[in-house]
Protein backbone atom coordinates (compact mmCIF):
# COMPACT_ATOMS: atom_id res chain seq x y z
CA UNK A 1 0.00 0.00 0.00
CA UNK A 2 3.03 2.10 -0.42
CA UNK A 3 3.07 5.30 -2.51
CA UNK A 4 5.20 4.54 -5.56
CA UNK A 5 7.74 6.96 -6.63
CA UNK A 6 6.89 7.55 -10.47
CA UNK A 7 6.85 9.82 -13.56
CA UNK A 8 4.12 12.18 -13.61
CA UNK A 9 1.43 10.68 -15.56
CA UNK A 10 -1.96 13.33 -16.17
CA UNK A 11 -4.60 10.38 -15.51
CA UNK A 12 -3.17 10.00 -12.02
CA UNK A 13 -3.65 13.23 -10.46
CA UNK A 14 -6.70 14.13 -12.39
CA UNK A 15 -10.26 13.69 -12.18
CA UNK A 16 -12.58 11.96 -15.37
CA UNK A 17 -15.88 13.22 -15.19
CA UNK A 18 -18.69 10.94 -17.36
CA UNK A 19 -21.02 12.29 -19.61
CA UNK A 20 -24.03 11.03 -20.94
CA UNK A 21 -24.15 13.29 -24.15
CA UNK A 22 -27.86 12.25 -24.71
CA UNK A 23 -28.60 13.80 -21.50
CA UNK A 24 -26.28 16.73 -20.55
CA UNK A 25 -27.31 20.07 -22.94
CA UNK A 26 -29.55 20.14 -25.94
CA UNK A 27 -28.62 22.77 -28.39
CA UNK A 28 -31.10 22.18 -31.07
CA UNK A 29 -34.44 21.37 -29.53
CA UNK A 30 -34.78 18.00 -30.05
CA UNK A 31 -34.78 17.07 -26.94
CA UNK A 32 -31.62 15.29 -26.78
CA UNK A 33 -28.32 16.39 -25.77
CA UNK A 34 -25.65 17.20 -28.34
CA UNK A 35 -22.11 18.36 -29.10
CA UNK A 36 -22.52 22.29 -29.47
CA UNK A 37 -24.31 21.87 -25.97
CA UNK A 38 -21.57 19.86 -24.09
CA UNK A 39 -19.22 22.88 -25.73
CA UNK A 40 -21.93 25.27 -24.15
CA UNK A 41 -21.10 23.70 -20.83
CA UNK A 42 -17.55 23.75 -20.95
CA UNK A 43 -16.94 26.66 -18.27
CA UNK A 44 -18.70 24.96 -15.68
CA UNK A 45 -17.12 21.47 -16.38
CA UNK A 46 -14.01 23.26 -15.76
CA UNK A 47 -14.89 25.33 -13.26
CA UNK A 48 -16.66 22.41 -11.59
CA UNK A 49 -12.84 21.25 -11.06
CA UNK A 50 -12.67 18.09 -12.88
CA UNK A 51 -9.95 17.54 -15.70
CA UNK A 52 -11.06 15.42 -18.34
CA UNK A 53 -14.34 14.39 -19.69
CA UNK A 54 -15.79 10.83 -21.12
CA UNK A 55 -18.28 11.19 -23.38
CA UNK A 56 -20.05 7.82 -23.99
CA UNK A 57 -20.30 7.00 -27.89
CA UNK A 58 -21.47 9.86 -30.04
CA UNK A 59 -20.46 7.67 -33.12
CA UNK A 60 -23.29 7.18 -36.04
CA UNK A 61 -25.77 4.68 -34.71
CA UNK A 62 -29.26 3.56 -35.26
CA UNK A 63 -29.17 4.27 -31.39
CA UNK A 64 -30.92 0.84 -30.23
CA UNK A 65 -28.65 0.81 -27.39
CA UNK A 66 -28.15 4.70 -27.71
CA UNK A 67 -24.77 4.53 -29.48
CA UNK A 68 -23.33 1.20 -27.83
CA UNK A 69 -24.34 0.01 -31.42
CA UNK A 70 -21.90 1.89 -33.45
CA UNK A 71 -22.85 2.03 -37.53
CA UNK A 72 -19.58 3.48 -38.23
CA UNK A 73 -16.45 4.19 -36.01
CA UNK A 74 -15.40 7.22 -38.05
CA UNK A 75 -18.21 10.10 -38.29
CA UNK A 76 -20.49 11.59 -35.49
CA UNK A 77 -24.36 10.80 -35.33
CA UNK A 78 -26.30 13.92 -36.68
CA UNK A 79 -28.35 13.91 -33.44
CA UNK A 80 -25.03 14.52 -31.67
CA UNK A 81 -23.70 17.61 -34.55
CA UNK A 82 -21.26 16.76 -37.02
CA UNK A 83 -17.52 16.59 -37.41
CA UNK A 84 -16.37 20.23 -37.17
CA UNK A 85 -18.51 20.04 -33.95
CA UNK A 86 -16.54 17.42 -32.30
CA UNK A 87 -13.48 19.01 -33.68
CA UNK A 88 -14.71 22.48 -32.01
CA UNK A 89 -15.44 20.51 -29.05
CA UNK A 90 -11.83 18.92 -28.96
CA UNK A 91 -10.60 22.07 -29.24
CA UNK A 92 -12.31 24.40 -26.97
CA UNK A 93 -11.97 21.21 -24.09
CA UNK A 94 -8.29 21.48 -24.90
CA UNK A 95 -7.88 25.36 -24.54
CA UNK A 96 -10.17 25.28 -20.87
CA UNK A 97 -7.15 22.65 -19.76
CA UNK A 98 -9.94 19.65 -19.59
CA UNK A 99 -9.21 16.92 -21.43
CA UNK A 100 -11.31 14.31 -23.73
CA UNK A 101 -11.68 10.92 -23.60
CA UNK A 102 -13.90 8.33 -25.69
CA UNK A 103 -15.95 5.75 -25.79
CA UNK A 104 -14.34 2.75 -28.01
CA UNK A 105 -17.26 0.19 -28.34
CA UNK A 106 -14.80 -2.96 -30.15
CA UNK A 107 -16.54 -5.79 -28.91
CA UNK A 108 -19.59 -5.42 -31.16
CA UNK A 109 -21.08 -3.23 -34.28
CA UNK A 110 -24.06 -2.34 -34.93
CA UNK A 111 -25.97 -4.82 -37.42
CA UNK A 112 -26.69 -1.88 -40.03
CA UNK A 113 -22.38 -1.81 -40.08
CA UNK A 114 -20.97 -1.77 -43.45
CA UNK A 115 -18.83 -5.00 -42.05
CA UNK A 116 -22.13 -6.18 -40.86
CA UNK A 117 -24.34 -6.21 -44.06
CA UNK A 118 -21.12 -7.18 -46.04
CA UNK A 119 -20.48 -10.32 -43.97
CA UNK A 120 -24.22 -11.35 -44.02
CA UNK A 121 -24.54 -11.22 -48.08
CA UNK A 122 -22.77 -14.73 -48.11
CA UNK A 123 -20.87 -17.21 -46.71
CA UNK A 124 -18.65 -16.51 -48.83
CA UNK A 125 -18.19 -12.90 -48.80
CA UNK A 126 -14.58 -11.44 -47.69
CA UNK A 127 -15.67 -10.00 -44.57
CA UNK A 128 -17.64 -13.40 -43.42
CA UNK A 129 -15.00 -14.01 -40.51
CA UNK A 130 -15.46 -10.76 -39.01
CA UNK A 131 -18.53 -11.45 -37.09
CA UNK A 132 -18.87 -15.03 -35.43
CA UNK A 133 -21.01 -17.62 -37.64
CA UNK A 134 -21.58 -21.02 -36.60
CA UNK A 135 -24.02 -23.58 -38.02
CA UNK A 136 -27.19 -24.60 -35.85
CA UNK A 137 -26.78 -27.24 -33.65
CA UNK A 138 -27.99 -30.94 -34.86
CA UNK A 139 -31.50 -30.26 -33.99
CA UNK A 140 -31.55 -26.97 -35.56
CA UNK A 141 -31.28 -24.59 -32.69
CA UNK A 142 -28.50 -22.16 -31.50
CA UNK A 143 -24.47 -23.61 -31.77
CA UNK A 144 -24.45 -23.24 -27.53
CA UNK A 145 -26.28 -22.38 -24.82
CA UNK A 146 -24.78 -18.85 -24.19
CA UNK A 147 -27.27 -16.17 -23.27
CA UNK A 148 -27.56 -12.49 -24.19
CA UNK A 149 -26.55 -9.50 -21.57
CA UNK A 150 -29.96 -8.25 -22.42
CA UNK A 151 -31.63 -11.96 -22.16
CA UNK A 152 -32.87 -14.75 -24.65
CA UNK A 153 -30.20 -16.88 -26.60
CA UNK A 154 -26.93 -15.22 -28.15
CA UNK A 155 -27.73 -16.32 -31.18
CA UNK A 156 -29.71 -15.14 -34.20
CA UNK A 157 -30.63 -17.04 -37.11
CA UNK A 158 -29.58 -15.53 -40.35
CA UNK A 159 -32.37 -17.45 -42.98
CA UNK A 160 -30.67 -16.16 -46.08
CA UNK A 161 -26.74 -17.99 -45.29
CA UNK A 162 -28.40 -20.71 -43.04
CA UNK A 163 -26.04 -20.20 -39.77
CA UNK A 164 -26.56 -18.23 -36.86
CA UNK A 165 -24.49 -15.37 -35.45
CA UNK A 166 -23.19 -14.50 -31.67
CA UNK A 167 -24.30 -11.43 -29.61
CA UNK A 168 -23.54 -10.46 -26.34
CA UNK A 169 -26.05 -7.70 -26.34
CA UNK A 170 -29.06 -6.90 -28.71
CA UNK A 171 -29.76 -9.00 -31.88
CA UNK A 172 -28.73 -5.73 -33.81
CA UNK A 173 -25.30 -5.93 -31.47
CA UNK A 174 -23.50 -8.69 -33.76
CA UNK A 175 -19.97 -9.39 -32.13
CA UNK A 176 -17.11 -9.22 -34.16
CA UNK A 177 -14.53 -11.85 -33.99
CA UNK A 178 -11.51 -10.49 -32.42
CA UNK A 179 -9.53 -13.47 -33.28
CA UNK A 180 -8.98 -12.57 -36.69
CA UNK A 181 -6.16 -10.23 -37.78
CA UNK A 182 -8.37 -7.69 -40.11
CA UNK A 183 -10.61 -7.08 -37.54
CA UNK A 184 -7.69 -6.10 -35.09
CA UNK A 185 -6.30 -4.12 -38.03
CA UNK A 186 -9.25 -2.25 -38.94
CA UNK A 187 -10.03 -1.30 -35.60
CA UNK A 188 -6.97 -0.29 -34.37
CA UNK A 189 -6.81 1.83 -37.45
CA UNK A 190 -9.99 3.60 -35.91
CA UNK A 191 -8.01 4.01 -32.68
CA UNK A 192 -5.15 5.71 -34.20
CA UNK A 193 -7.84 7.79 -36.39
CA UNK A 194 -9.40 9.90 -33.22
CA UNK A 195 -5.88 9.82 -31.75
CA UNK A 196 -4.73 11.12 -34.54
CA UNK A 197 -7.26 13.96 -33.94
CA UNK A 198 -5.92 14.48 -30.42
CA UNK A 199 -8.61 12.66 -28.34
CA UNK A 200 -6.72 12.35 -25.14
CA UNK A 201 -7.74 8.46 -24.61
CA UNK A 202 -10.50 5.81 -24.51
CA UNK A 203 -12.88 4.15 -22.12
CA UNK A 204 -13.25 0.77 -23.86
CA UNK A 205 -16.76 -0.73 -23.70
CA UNK A 206 -17.01 -4.50 -22.46
CA UNK A 207 -13.27 -5.39 -22.94
CA UNK A 208 -13.08 -8.71 -21.28
CA UNK A 209 -15.93 -9.91 -23.56
CA UNK A 210 -13.49 -9.48 -26.51
CA UNK A 211 -12.21 -12.63 -26.94
CA UNK A 212 -14.93 -15.94 -27.02
CA UNK A 213 -13.86 -19.90 -26.05
CA UNK A 214 -12.22 -21.05 -29.53
CA UNK A 215 -14.51 -24.01 -28.94
CA UNK A 216 -17.45 -22.42 -27.77
CA UNK A 217 -18.36 -24.55 -25.29
CA UNK A 218 -21.43 -24.59 -23.36
CA UNK A 219 -21.81 -22.34 -20.04
CA UNK A 220 -22.22 -24.02 -16.88
CA UNK A 221 -25.42 -23.37 -15.00
CA UNK A 222 -25.08 -20.88 -11.87
CA UNK A 223 -26.26 -22.47 -8.77
CA UNK A 224 -26.69 -19.35 -7.17
CA UNK A 225 -29.48 -18.52 -9.53
CA UNK A 226 -32.06 -17.12 -8.26
CA UNK A 227 -35.57 -16.11 -10.15
CA UNK A 228 -36.08 -12.31 -10.62
CA UNK A 229 -32.34 -11.46 -11.57
CA UNK A 230 -31.29 -10.99 -15.22
CA UNK A 231 -31.58 -14.33 -17.26
CA UNK A 232 -27.81 -14.00 -18.55
CA UNK A 233 -27.14 -14.90 -14.44
CA UNK A 234 -28.68 -17.99 -15.19
CA UNK A 235 -25.21 -19.61 -16.34
CA UNK A 236 -21.71 -18.32 -15.49
CA UNK A 237 -19.97 -16.76 -18.21
CA UNK A 238 -17.33 -19.51 -18.24
CA UNK A 239 -17.00 -19.70 -21.74
CA UNK A 240 -18.07 -16.57 -23.47
CA UNK A 241 -15.70 -14.01 -22.09
CA UNK A 242 -12.71 -13.29 -19.76
CA UNK A 243 -10.41 -16.03 -21.86
CA UNK A 244 -6.58 -16.50 -21.47
CA UNK A 245 -6.04 -15.01 -24.88
CA UNK A 246 -7.54 -11.24 -24.27
CA UNK A 247 -4.52 -10.20 -22.29
CA UNK A 248 -2.53 -10.20 -25.69
CA UNK A 249 -5.17 -8.59 -27.69
CA UNK A 250 -5.10 -5.65 -24.36
CA UNK A 251 -1.54 -5.43 -24.82
CA UNK A 252 -1.96 -5.26 -28.73
CA UNK A 253 -4.13 -2.25 -27.96
CA UNK A 254 -2.08 -0.59 -25.12
CA UNK A 255 0.67 -0.31 -28.00
CA UNK A 256 -1.75 1.56 -30.40
CA UNK A 257 -2.03 3.90 -27.89
CA UNK A 258 1.43 3.75 -27.21
CA UNK A 259 2.19 5.32 -30.37
CA UNK A 260 1.13 8.07 -28.89
CA UNK A 261 2.14 10.46 -26.05
CA UNK A 262 0.44 10.66 -22.94
CA UNK A 263 -3.56 9.32 -23.97
CA UNK A 264 -5.39 6.74 -21.20
CA UNK A 265 -6.73 3.82 -21.80
CA UNK A 266 -9.62 2.75 -19.60
CA UNK A 267 -11.33 -0.61 -19.57
CA UNK A 268 -14.86 -1.71 -18.65
CA UNK A 269 -14.63 -4.85 -16.55
CA UNK A 270 -17.11 -6.26 -14.26
CA UNK A 271 -15.54 -9.57 -13.27
CA UNK A 272 -14.49 -10.40 -9.60
CA UNK A 273 -11.26 -8.63 -8.32
CA UNK A 274 -8.79 -11.34 -9.02
CA UNK A 275 -9.85 -11.68 -12.59
CA UNK A 276 -9.99 -7.86 -12.91
CA UNK A 277 -6.66 -7.06 -12.04
CA UNK A 278 -5.33 -9.25 -14.72
CA UNK A 279 -6.00 -6.32 -16.77
CA UNK A 280 -3.32 -4.31 -15.76
CA UNK A 281 -1.26 -6.46 -17.51
CA UNK A 282 2.49 -7.25 -16.46
CA UNK A 283 3.60 -4.46 -13.91
CA UNK A 284 0.81 -2.56 -15.46
CA UNK A 285 2.78 -1.96 -18.87
CA UNK A 286 0.67 -4.10 -21.09
CA UNK A 287 -2.69 -3.94 -19.93
CA UNK A 288 -5.24 -0.97 -19.87
CA UNK A 289 -3.92 2.06 -17.60
CA UNK A 290 -7.17 1.95 -15.04
CA UNK A 291 -9.50 -0.94 -15.12
CA UNK A 292 -12.51 0.50 -13.71
CA UNK A 293 -12.90 -0.51 -10.73
CA UNK A 294 -16.67 -0.68 -9.77
CA UNK A 295 -16.62 -1.97 -6.28
CA UNK A 296 -18.38 0.95 -4.98
CA UNK A 297 -20.97 0.72 -7.72
CA UNK A 298 -22.17 -2.69 -6.30
CA UNK A 299 -21.10 -3.01 -2.68
CA UNK A 300 -23.84 -1.83 0.72
CA UNK A 301 -23.38 1.60 1.74
CA UNK A 302 -21.89 0.02 5.10
CA UNK A 303 -18.56 1.29 6.61
CA UNK A 304 -17.46 -2.15 7.09
CA UNK A 305 -18.55 -3.55 3.82
CA UNK A 306 -16.82 -0.59 1.97
CA UNK A 307 -13.52 -0.46 4.39
CA UNK A 308 -13.19 -4.35 3.57
CA UNK A 309 -13.41 -3.86 -0.29
CA UNK A 310 -10.44 -1.05 -0.08
CA UNK A 311 -7.98 -2.91 1.90
CA UNK A 312 -8.94 -5.93 -0.40
CA UNK A 313 -8.73 -3.55 -3.58
CA UNK A 314 -5.25 -2.40 -2.17
CA UNK A 315 -4.14 -5.53 -1.58
CA UNK A 316 -4.87 -7.02 -4.54
CA UNK A 317 -3.50 -4.32 -7.36
CA UNK A 318 -0.20 -5.56 -8.76
CA UNK A 319 2.94 -3.41 -8.48
CA UNK A 320 2.85 -0.54 -11.15
CA UNK A 321 -0.94 -0.73 -11.67
CA UNK A 322 -2.66 2.75 -10.41
CA UNK A 323 -6.43 2.38 -8.27
CA UNK A 324 -9.17 3.95 -9.74
CA UNK A 325 -12.57 4.58 -8.28
CA UNK A 326 -16.44 4.95 -9.60
CA UNK A 327 -19.05 5.88 -8.00
CA UNK A 328 -22.19 6.02 -10.63
CA UNK A 329 -22.52 5.24 -14.12
CA UNK A 330 -25.11 5.17 -16.94
CA UNK A 331 -25.55 1.21 -16.64
CA UNK A 332 -26.06 1.27 -12.74
CA UNK A 333 -28.09 2.61 -9.78
CA UNK A 334 -26.62 6.14 -9.09
CA UNK A 335 -25.21 6.64 -5.57
CA UNK A 336 -27.87 9.04 -4.54
CA UNK A 337 -30.22 6.24 -5.06
CA UNK A 338 -28.16 3.71 -3.46
CA UNK A 339 -27.03 5.43 -0.16
CA UNK A 340 -29.79 7.88 0.27
CA UNK A 341 -29.30 11.79 -0.29
CA UNK A 342 -28.29 11.82 3.24
CA UNK A 343 -25.33 9.89 2.73
CA UNK A 344 -24.36 11.63 -0.81
CA UNK A 345 -21.81 14.07 0.67
CA UNK A 346 -19.78 11.27 2.30
CA UNK A 347 -20.09 9.28 -1.09
CA UNK A 348 -18.38 12.18 -2.62
CA UNK A 349 -16.03 12.25 0.10
CA UNK A 350 -15.22 9.21 -0.40
CA UNK A 351 -14.41 9.19 -3.99
CA UNK A 352 -12.10 11.95 -4.02
CA UNK A 353 -10.14 11.25 -1.34
CA UNK A 354 -9.91 7.41 -1.62
CA UNK A 355 -6.12 6.71 -3.23
CA UNK A 356 -6.49 6.31 -7.13
CA UNK A 357 -7.94 8.56 -9.86
CA UNK A 358 -12.09 9.05 -9.38
CA UNK A 359 -14.26 9.50 -12.35
CA UNK A 360 -17.66 11.51 -11.23
CA UNK A 361 -21.03 10.72 -13.12
CA UNK A 362 -22.88 14.00 -14.35
CA UNK A 363 -25.94 14.59 -12.20
CA UNK A 364 -24.00 12.91 -8.96
CA UNK A 365 -22.77 16.98 -8.02
CA UNK A 366 -26.39 17.60 -7.84
CA UNK A 367 -27.58 14.44 -6.04
CA UNK A 368 -29.14 13.33 -9.00
CA UNK A 369 -30.98 10.20 -7.65
CA UNK A 370 -33.78 7.94 -9.38
CA UNK A 371 -35.61 9.17 -11.63
CA UNK A 372 -39.40 7.64 -12.00
CA UNK A 373 -39.92 6.54 -16.01
CA UNK A 374 -43.69 5.43 -16.23
CA UNK A 375 -44.00 2.74 -18.25
CA UNK A 376 -44.51 4.50 -21.73
CA UNK A 377 -41.42 6.24 -21.58
CA UNK A 378 -39.16 3.38 -21.26
CA UNK A 379 -36.54 3.48 -23.70
CA UNK A 380 -33.63 1.13 -22.56
CA UNK A 381 -33.74 -1.95 -24.48
CA UNK A 382 -32.84 -4.01 -21.81
CA UNK A 383 -35.64 -3.18 -19.79
CA UNK A 384 -37.71 -3.51 -22.82
CA UNK A 385 -36.34 -6.80 -23.33
CA UNK A 386 -36.74 -7.68 -19.88
CA UNK A 387 -39.70 -5.93 -18.28
CA UNK A 388 -39.19 -7.94 -14.76
CA UNK A 389 -35.41 -7.22 -13.90
CA UNK A 390 -35.22 -5.16 -11.17
CA UNK A 391 -33.20 -2.37 -12.71
CA UNK A 392 -34.35 0.17 -15.98
CA UNK A 393 -31.13 1.81 -16.52
CA UNK A 394 -33.14 5.14 -17.94
CA UNK A 395 -33.77 5.76 -14.24
CA UNK A 396 -29.65 7.01 -14.26
CA UNK A 397 -29.79 8.27 -17.69
CA UNK A 398 -32.01 11.47 -17.01
CA UNK A 399 -31.27 15.26 -18.37
CA UNK A 400 -28.85 17.11 -16.21
CA UNK A 401 -30.89 19.38 -14.35
CA UNK A 402 -29.36 23.39 -14.84
CA UNK A 403 -31.96 25.64 -13.95
CA UNK A 404 -35.66 26.40 -12.70
CA UNK A 405 -36.73 27.67 -16.53
CA UNK A 406 -38.48 25.34 -18.62
CA UNK A 407 -37.15 21.46 -19.32
CA UNK A 408 -34.60 22.38 -16.71
CA UNK A 409 -32.65 24.36 -18.76
CA UNK A 410 -32.02 21.00 -20.44
CA UNK A 411 -33.79 22.02 -23.28
CA UNK A 412 -36.53 23.78 -25.21
CA UNK A 413 -38.81 20.97 -25.92
CA UNK A 414 -39.62 18.06 -23.99
CA UNK A 415 -36.87 16.05 -22.95
CA UNK A 416 -36.13 12.20 -24.37
CA UNK A 417 -36.33 11.22 -20.40
CA UNK A 418 -37.93 12.64 -17.52
CA UNK A 419 -36.18 14.98 -15.38
CA UNK A 420 -36.55 14.70 -11.61
CA UNK A 421 -39.61 15.88 -10.11
CA UNK A 422 -37.59 18.15 -7.54
CA UNK A 423 -36.52 19.53 -10.69
CA UNK A 424 -37.24 23.45 -9.38
CA UNK A 425 -35.24 23.21 -6.53
CA UNK A 426 -32.09 20.43 -7.86
CA UNK A 427 -30.64 22.30 -10.33
CA UNK A 428 -27.13 23.83 -11.15
CA UNK A 429 -28.38 27.35 -10.92
CA UNK A 430 -30.24 26.99 -7.16
CA UNK A 431 -27.67 24.77 -5.62
CA UNK A 432 -24.77 27.14 -6.57
CA UNK A 433 -26.51 29.71 -4.92
CA UNK A 434 -27.03 27.88 -1.90
CA UNK A 435 -24.56 27.43 0.96
CA UNK A 436 -24.17 23.75 2.40
CA UNK A 437 -25.41 22.11 -1.04
CA UNK A 438 -24.14 19.41 -2.24
CA UNK A 439 -22.74 21.31 -5.69
CA UNK A 440 -20.94 23.36 -3.50
CA UNK A 441 -19.47 20.80 -1.51
CA UNK A 442 -18.12 18.68 -4.77
CA UNK A 443 -16.31 22.26 -6.34
CA UNK A 444 -14.53 23.19 -3.07
CA UNK A 445 -13.38 19.05 -2.55
CA UNK A 446 -12.35 19.02 -6.36
CA UNK A 447 -10.12 22.48 -5.34
CA UNK A 448 -9.22 21.13 -1.86
CA UNK A 449 -8.02 18.11 -3.54
CA UNK A 450 -6.03 19.77 -6.45
CA UNK A 451 -3.60 21.08 -3.58
CA UNK A 452 -3.14 18.10 -1.50
CA UNK A 453 -0.67 16.13 -2.78
CA UNK A 454 -1.03 13.44 0.08
CA UNK A 455 -4.54 13.25 -1.09
CA UNK A 456 -3.24 12.04 -4.94
CA UNK A 457 -0.48 10.45 -3.80
CA UNK A 458 -0.45 9.49 -0.36
CA UNK A 459 -0.25 6.07 1.09
CA UNK A 460 -3.82 4.89 2.22
CA UNK A 461 -4.12 3.24 5.75
CA UNK A 462 -7.13 2.62 7.01
CA UNK A 463 -7.67 4.09 10.85
CA UNK A 464 -10.69 3.29 12.72
CA UNK A 465 -13.68 1.03 11.08
CA UNK A 466 -16.86 0.93 13.19
CA UNK A 467 -20.79 0.50 12.57
CA UNK A 468 -21.01 4.22 11.79
CA UNK A 469 -17.80 5.67 10.93
CA UNK A 470 -14.94 4.99 8.72
CA UNK A 471 -12.12 6.74 9.39
CA UNK A 472 -8.77 6.27 7.34
CA UNK A 473 -5.70 8.21 6.26
CA UNK A 474 -3.90 9.32 3.25
CA UNK A 475 0.13 9.71 4.37
CA UNK A 476 2.84 11.41 1.78
CA UNK A 477 6.17 12.19 3.54
CA UNK A 478 5.65 14.39 5.65
CA UNK A 479 2.24 15.56 5.13
CA UNK A 480 -0.62 13.15 6.97
CA UNK A 481 -4.18 13.77 5.94
CA UNK A 482 -7.08 12.24 8.38
CA UNK A 483 -10.62 11.25 6.65
CA UNK A 484 -13.82 10.64 8.84
CA UNK A 485 -16.65 10.14 7.94
CA UNK A 486 -20.06 9.37 9.60
CA UNK A 487 -22.71 6.91 7.59
CA UNK A 488 -25.67 7.12 10.17
CA UNK A 489 -28.45 9.28 10.64
CA UNK A 490 -27.12 10.29 14.57
CA UNK A 491 -24.21 12.61 15.26
CA UNK A 492 -20.83 10.36 16.25
CA UNK A 493 -18.24 11.85 17.86
CA UNK A 494 -14.61 10.62 16.50
CA UNK A 495 -12.89 7.87 17.35
CA UNK A 496 -10.02 7.89 19.23
CA UNK A 497 -7.84 9.22 17.42
CA UNK A 498 -3.84 8.55 16.68
CA UNK A 499 -0.66 10.66 18.74
CA UNK A 500 -0.35 12.02 14.97
CA UNK A 501 -3.24 14.01 14.81
CA UNK A 502 -3.11 15.30 18.49
CA UNK A 503 -3.71 18.87 18.21
CA UNK A 504 -4.18 18.34 14.30
CA UNK A 505 -7.30 21.05 12.88
CA UNK A 506 -10.16 20.31 10.62
CA UNK A 507 -8.88 21.80 7.47
CA UNK A 508 -12.12 20.09 5.25
CA UNK A 509 -15.57 19.74 6.21
CA UNK A 510 -18.64 18.49 4.37
CA UNK A 511 -20.30 21.48 5.78
CA UNK A 512 -20.38 24.99 4.69
CA UNK A 513 -19.79 27.16 7.21
CA UNK A 514 -18.84 31.26 6.64
CA UNK A 515 -15.59 31.29 9.11
CA UNK A 516 -14.67 27.65 10.20
CA UNK A 517 -13.56 27.88 13.77
CA UNK A 518 -10.48 26.76 14.49
CA UNK A 519 -11.35 22.69 15.58
CA UNK A 520 -9.55 20.68 17.54
CA UNK A 521 -9.73 17.18 16.03
CA UNK A 522 -9.92 15.10 19.40
CA UNK A 523 -13.12 16.97 20.23
CA UNK A 524 -15.26 16.44 16.88
CA UNK A 525 -18.57 15.46 16.70
CA UNK A 526 -19.90 14.69 12.91
CA UNK A 527 -23.32 15.58 12.20
CA UNK A 528 -25.47 12.76 10.65
CA UNK A 529 -24.16 12.41 6.93
CA UNK A 530 -20.73 14.64 7.81
CA UNK A 531 -17.09 13.94 6.99
CA UNK A 532 -14.33 16.00 7.98
CA UNK A 533 -10.48 15.78 6.87
CA UNK A 534 -7.86 16.63 9.45
CA UNK A 535 -4.04 17.14 9.45
CA UNK A 536 -1.87 15.57 11.04
CA UNK A 537 1.91 15.46 10.97
CA UNK A 538 4.36 17.91 11.42
CA UNK A 539 2.31 20.50 9.16
CA UNK A 540 -0.77 20.26 12.00
CA UNK A 541 -2.44 23.80 11.24
C1 LIG B 1 -21.46 -1.52 -21.84
C2 LIG B 1 -22.15 -0.19 -21.80
C3 LIG B 1 -23.62 -0.41 -21.83
C4 LIG B 1 -23.96 -1.12 -23.13
C5 LIG B 1 -23.16 -2.41 -23.27
C6 LIG B 1 -23.23 -2.96 -24.65
O1 LIG B 1 -21.70 -2.28 -20.72
O2 LIG B 1 -21.73 0.52 -20.67
O3 LIG B 1 -24.36 0.77 -21.72
O4 LIG B 1 -25.33 -1.41 -23.17
O5 LIG B 1 -21.80 -2.18 -23.01
O6 LIG B 1 -22.47 -2.18 -25.52
Not at 10 to 38: F, K, N
Not at 291 to 309: D, M, R, S, T
Not at 495 to 512: H, I
Amino acid sequence: MGSLRREPVWWRDETIYQIYPRSYQDCDADGVGDLPGILARLPYIAELGVDCFWLSPIFASPMDDFGYDVADYRSIDPLFGTMDDFDALLNAAHSHGLKLVLDFVPNHTSDRHEWFRESRGSRTNAKRNWYIWKDPAPDGGPPNNWISNFGGSAWEFDERTGQYYYHAFLASQPDLNWRNPEVRSAMFDVLRFWLDKGVDGFRVDVIWHLIKDAEFRDNPPNPEYRPGQPEIEKNLQVHSADQPEIHDLVAQMRDVIEEYDNRLMIGEIYLPLERMVRYYGESGESGVHLPFNFQLLQCQWEPKKIAGLVKEYEAALPEGGWPNWVLSNHDQPRIAARAGARQAGIAAMLLLTLRGTPTLYYGDEIGLAEVDIPPDRIQDPWARQEPDASFNRDKARTPMQWSSKENAGFSGTQPWLPLSQDWRERNVAQLDEQPGSLLRLYKRLLAFRKNEPALRDGAYREIHVGETMFAYERVLDKERLLVLLNFSDDPVAAPPLPDSYRGGTVVFSSEEVDNPPEQDAAAITLRPGAGVIVRGGENRS
